[in-house]
């Protein structure tokens, strides 16, 4: 019948009437199933908006990095006569994450396919950034090897002249990233970073690096989105 793109909290203290739209409650409860990432977070998000015994009564697929091609092809199958929703463990789905193929299928299946606006946190890193928001490129994760990370960089670095450079990390390894962005790059680069957005503890700093360089700001394993440019 349907595939409904719907939004989650970024951060699990976020105020659910600010990010997201009222009308989700009457969403979710009109629901056959849902296809999450992971059921503990489905679970955790959920349990906000509906009661338990509502939740107990959706059927759950996961859909994740490990999802296999077979797999895909089933869930079409499930989902083409009932009303399902698609959820990425924070932000919107098909944003850095593996719902998109699913989507793409879901029409070429003819099946309808819906999308609800909610918090995304590259564009409120952007938006918060005060960087050239009129062209960027989004990286995703850049290479965790040291020498692929190192000509990345390089790379995009002269790219960040005409287009604002945006990309995430793992939390764990967020501070780590960060001191390597100040040893590598350009110090009249500019440099954002927006750490745990929409909670209580966001903070978001932008300077040239040899700015940051003298901060000593730590991230401290938190959510973060890098963002630099040459333009402000």
Request: glycine share 4%; hydrophobic share 40%; proline share 3%.
């Amino acid at each position: 019948m349907s595939l409904i793109l719907l939004p989650n909290l970024l951060s699990e203290d976020a105020e659910i009437q600010e990010c997201i739209p009222s009308k989700i409650k009457e969403i979710i409860l009109a629901l056959d199933g849902v296809i999450a990432e992971s059921e503990k977070n489905l679970r955790r998000y959920f349990l906000k908006i509906i009661k338990k015994e509502d939740f107990q009564k959706l059927e759950i697929i996961l859909l994740n990095e490990h999802t296999k091609e077979e797999e895909f092809k089933e869930i079409i199958k499930k989902i083409k006569d009932q009303k399902w929703a698609l959820l990425s463990d924070a932000g919107l789905p098909c944003i850095a994450d593996p719902g998109s193929k699913l989507v793409y299928l879901a029409r070429e299946n003819n099946i309808d396919i819906k999308a609800i606006s909610g918090p995304s946190s590259i564009f409120l890193a952007l938006m918060l950034s005060g960087l050239k928001g009129q062209s960027f490129t989004f990286h995703g994760y850049l290479p965790r090897e040291e020498k692929d990370l190192f000509l990345k960089l390089e790379k995009i670095q002269k790219e960040a002249k005409e287009y604002t450079q945006i990309f995430i990390e793992a939390p764990y390894r967020s501070d780590k990233l960060y001191k390597t962005l100040l040893d590598k790059l350009d110090g009249d680069i500019y440099l954002s970073v927006a750490i745990n957005l929409t909670s209580s503890k966001q903070r978001v700093f932008t300077k040239k690096v040899r700015e940051l360089k003298k901060a000593n700001i730590s991230l401290e394993k938190e959510p973060t989105i890098f963002l630099f440019s040459y333009n402000i």
